[in-house]
């Protein structure tokens, strides 16, 4: 069936370390979106990508979705502790489902 | 605030046991989308309604149902409940159509001891 892959699972890092989370899809995707789940609380959306190559900036966050649209990143620079939480990736297939990943569970040490 | 509500919050039931859970969607989304998701685990789909029909299925147990009412509100239905069952429940809602951005509500936190 279709999947949308997500690595690492973990990642520790250290307050001021740059952080990446990678999605990988079986299928061509129609968009793929980001969230952000804090600890305790529920996935808040980030940002939404739709063009092949597409890349969008949010502030020290930038996503990319690949070319084939099959892949996308999210980079973080200069992590903070307030970027704590898990990011999950969720591709559309243009069906009416939206698969997400597992999540990246990310770790900041002050 | 997502502008999404579940209610209850927290509930806490006995193996065997049947619960619903009930969710509002934001106003004018027609889509209502529900997860579970275990202690520090992925987001399972479980089921989306646009408009009240059932549009996709995902990983539901038969023991599980769903429906989605006239005014768009949705409920989740758990019975026979297992210790497994144990979990956080999300509902989201989307606009529906081509806008698919999901904004998920506080979730309800389902204790079956």
């Known amino acids: 069936g279709q999947q949308v892959m997500q690595i690492p699972q973990y990642q520790h890092v250290q307050e001021g370390e740059d952080f990446t989370t990678y999605c990988n899809s079986s299928?061509?995707?129609?968009?793929i979106q980001w969230y952000k789940q804090r600890p305790g609380g529920h996935p808040v959306f980030l940002i939404q990508l739709v063009k092949s190559g597409e890349v969008k900036k949010q502030k020290r966050l930038t996503f990319q979705f690949g070319e084939a649209k099959k892949n996308s990143s999210l980079h973080i620079t200069a992590t903070q502790t307030t970027d704590v939480g898990t990011y999950f990736c969720a591709g559309d297939t243009g069906g009416f489902k939206t698969i997400f990943g597992a999540g990246t569970r990310l770790f900041v040490k002050a | 605030d997502s502008g999404v509500t579940q209610t209850p919050k927290h509930l806490i039931t006995a193996t065997g046991q049947r619960v619903t859970l009930r969710c509002s969607p934001r106003?004018?989304?027609?889509?209502v989308y529900w997860y579970q998701q275990s202690l520090d685990q992925g987001l399972q789909f479980l089921i989306h309604?646009?408009?009240?029909?059932?549009?996709a299925k995902g990983n539901i147990l038969e023991r599980f149902s769903a429906q989605q009412f006239p005014d768009l509100h949705s409920e989740l239905n758990l019975s026979s409940l297992e210790l497994g069952d144990s979990a956080l429940y999300f509902c989201?809602?989307?606009?529906?159509?081509?806008?698919?951005?999901?904004?998920f509500g506080p979730g309800t936190r389902l204790t079956v001891l």
């Open positions: 989201a809602s989307s606009p529906g159509g081509a806008r698919n951005t999901q904004y």
């Open positions: 106003s004018g989304d027609l889509s």
């Open positions: 309604y646009y408009n009240g029909e059932e549009r």
């Open positions: 299928t061509t995707l129609s968009n």
